[in-house]
């Protein structure tokens, strides 16, 4: 069964799908680049918790810190996924957006764990601030660049679909 297709027709209906997809790509990368606000403020909360977590605290109160911080981190969470305008559908997010989180992960940890033992080695005054002051140094280096890395194949993705669907 054939049907005839008008090119100019085809043309306009992609360039309907295709523009309000751009503004979305957009926002994110937008986003991505701009935002680091919040970027800065879980960078102080870590400090903060790493910091009070170096002192001799008893156990209920190394609780509550951690508890403190855990509730901080999930309201950051809260209020950065409310501010979000655009919100990408979750088969649009790349395996780069799952690596970049759990490289975050792995990359923050070690540098708490080596700043850690080097401050014991080293036998430094102050070394939970140290470490903290590290610890929050290290993620900030990393978060930058490897949100933009993750953000960046976005728009060829969302381009390959839309022109592998119209060619079918």
Same mark, same amino acid.
Not at 4 to 12: G, K, L, M, N, S
Not at 19 to 30: A, K, L, N, T, W
Not at 127 to 137: E, F, K, N, P
């Given at each position: 069964m054939t049907t005839?297709?008008?090119?100019?027709? =085809?043309?306009?209906d992609l360039q309907r799908i295709r523009?309000?997809?751009?503004? !979305?790509?957009?926002?994110?990368?937008?986003t991505a680049h701009d935002d680091t606000g919040a970027t800065y403020v879980t960078a102080a909360v870590m400090w903060v918790f790493l910091a009070v977590s170096g002192l001799d605290l008893p156990g209920w109160a190394f609780c509550l810190a951690l508890t403190a911080y855990l509730a901080a981190l999930g309201t950051l969470a809260v209020?950065?996924?409310?501010?979000?305008?655009?919100r990408l559908h979750r088969s649009r997010h790349s395996w780069r957006?799952?690596?970049?989180?759990? =490289?975050?992960?792995? !990359?923050?940890?070690?540098?708490?764990?080596?700043?850690?033992?080097?401050?014991?080695w080293l036998?430094?005054?102050?070394?939970?601030?140290?470490?903290?002051?590290?610890?929050?140094?290290t993620f900030l280096l990393f978060v930058g660049p490897a949100n933009r890395w993750a953000v960046s194949t976005l728009r060829d993705r969302g381009g390959r679909t839309i022109y592998t669907k119209a060619a079918r």
């Open positions: 005839t297709v008008d090119a100019e027709q =085809a043309w306009q523009v309000p997809q751009e503004r !979305v790509y957009d926002e994110i990368e937008r209020i950065a996924n409310r501010r979000t305008r655009m957006s799952f690596a970049t989180f759990f =490289a975050g992960m792995a !990359v923050t940890l070690v540098a708490i764990l080596l700043s850690g033992r080097l401050v014991e036998a430094l005054p102050f070394g939970s601030l140290i470490q903290a002051t590290l610890s929050a140094g």
